[in-house]
């Protein structure tokens, strides 16, 4: 089956400070989200990004499909980006989203 | 305005009982799904289902059965819970068509004692 690896799959960073988070995927896909999982547990969809960039306030997130990754990018960061990050991926399998590890992200005051 | 609810977010039981948890979704998608995550924060899907029927059904054992009475709910039920059945349990709905953003509940914790 296909393979989602994330990387790094720790973060700390300084409130203000930028990052980048990147996701790699083993095979062509139809779908790639992003999510956002809050310390207190709710999984929020950040992007969903087969290809292309997306931008929403903070957030971008690019796909190059034809390279099989993903990067998410945080921009001046705070402290309610906390949380750990995931990338899913689905390969023309009715919606079965493949999860990566997660990046857990802590943004330091 | 609650898109996806679970009930209960918190379920503490003991081993060999029977338990189900409920999913409801608002936003009058199509799909909907049962995910579970572990104590590694492993996220894997468990079954889909698509105006009521039944389109993933992962390896799962069978002391787990979903079920659909309307295309707005999805529903899961446990037999016989055991100690590794442990985790927190999400449902999620999709609209269908040609984009496909899986939108997430707020997950049930369930504790097996």
């Known amino acids: 089956g296909i393979q989602v690896e994330q990387s790094p799959p720790d973060l700390i960073l300084q409130e203000g400070a930028n990052s980048t988070l990147r996701c790699n995927f083993s095979?062509?896909?139809?779908?790639l989200q992003w999510f956002h999982q809050n310390p207190w547990g709710q999984l929020i969809n950040l992007f969903y990004?087969?290809?292309g960039t997306k931008q929403n306030g903070r957030l971008s997130a690019t796909t190059v499909a034809t390279e099989r990754y993903s990067l998410l990018y945080i921009s001046s960061s705070q402290t309610t980006d906390s949380g750990v990050y995931f990338c899913?991926?689905?390969?023309?399998?009715?919606?079965?989203?493949?999860f990566g590890q997660g990046t857990e992200l802590s943004v330091k005051p | 305005d609650t898109a996806v609810s679970q009930t209960p977010k918190y379920l503490v039981t003991q081993m060999g009982n029977d338990k189900s948890i409920k999913c409801e979704q608002n936003?009058?998608?199509?799909?909907m799904y049962w995910y579970k995550q572990d104590s590694k924060k492993f996220l894997k899907i468990m079954f889909s289902y698509n105006n009521k029927e039944l389109i993933i059904n992962e390896t799962v054992p069978n002391r787990f059965s979903p079920k659909s009475p309307d295309k707005a709910h999805l529903n899961l039920h446990i037999n016989s819970l055991e100690l590794g059945d442990s985790a927190v349990y999400f449902c999620a709905s999709s609209p269908g068509g040609s984009e496909e953003t899986q939108y997430f509940g707020p997950g049930t914790r369930l504790l097996v004692l």
């Open positions: 990004i087969p290809s």
């Open positions: 936003l009058g998608h199509d799909t």
């Open positions: 899913a991926v689905e390969r023309n399998q009715g919606g079965k989203l493949i």
């Open positions: 095979d062509s896909v139809n779908n």
